[in-house]
């Protein structure tokens, strides 16, 4: 079966599975998303009952984010722990105070920083786990090793978002892909390496995702 039919097969299974959790599946043909202020790729809200990804870019990139939105969205049917505990209440949690803070609609105090940005830390490393057990089992021919390096580029942006507050350019990660594979692994790490600042990898993926990648919202 050629990629493009099994892709095909991965969205009506993403969209099936969606609607049976409640959830509508939307894609939209745009090249980003809007979450208040802050850009994104997609997103999955349990307040909103949505799963919306923009498929404006190249295909390995908003099929991998597909598979990361929908791979929330199992957290949340499955009640997962670190979902749990990134919950607040029925109209709040952790990974929505984060973009509030980043858009500057409040303050944290930094051990208020440090709580908030661990939960949606771990959260998106599960997520991610999720994402690749996902991918590897329909096999849609997308680089493995190149997912989760952007991947971890990601997971490793809030690190550099809860010092700097600045978030990921639309794009950044991919149109940057020859820069990252020279400071970013492509294998999943413990989650206490995406929480330093210390080790030599991570301050030069920090230094690179700073200078090359982000940038305070709105700028």
Request: glycine residues 6%; charged residues 25%.
């Amino acid at each position: 079966m050629a990629y493009a039919a099994k892709t095909r097969e991965f969205v009506q299974y993403v969209v099936a599975a969606a609607a049976k959790a409640g959830v509508v599946c939307s894609l939209i043909p745009v090249p980003e998303l809007r979450i208040g202020n802050v850009p994104t790729g997609g997103y999955f809200s349990p307040v909103q009952k949505v799963l919306v990804v923009a498929t404006g870019l190249r295909w390995e990139d908003w099929v991998g984010t597909l598979a990361h939105e929908f791979s929330h969205l199992r957290q949340w049917a499955n009640d997962a722990r670190v979902y749990l505990e990134s919950d607040i209440d029925d109209e709040m949690d952790y990974c929505r105070l984060v973009d509030m803070w980043i858009g500057g609609y409040f303050e944290f105090t930094d051990a208020q920083a440090d709580d908030c940005f661990r939960r949606v830390r771990n959260l998106e490393l599960d997520c991610v786990r999720r994402s690749v057990r996902l991918l590897s089992a329909w096999d849609l021919g997308i680089d493995l090793s190149r997912f989760i390096l952007t991947e971890n580029a990601y997971i490793y942006s809030h690190t550099v978002a809860q010092y700097e507050r600045t978030w990921v350019c639309p794009g950044a990660l991919s149109s940057h892909l020859r820069g990252l594979r020279r400071v970013c692994p492509d294998e999943l790490r413990p989650a206490r390496w995406y929480a330093s600042t210390r080790g030599e990898e991570q301050r030069a993926l920090y230094n690179y995702l700073a200078s090359r990648c982000m940038a305070p919202v709105g700028a």
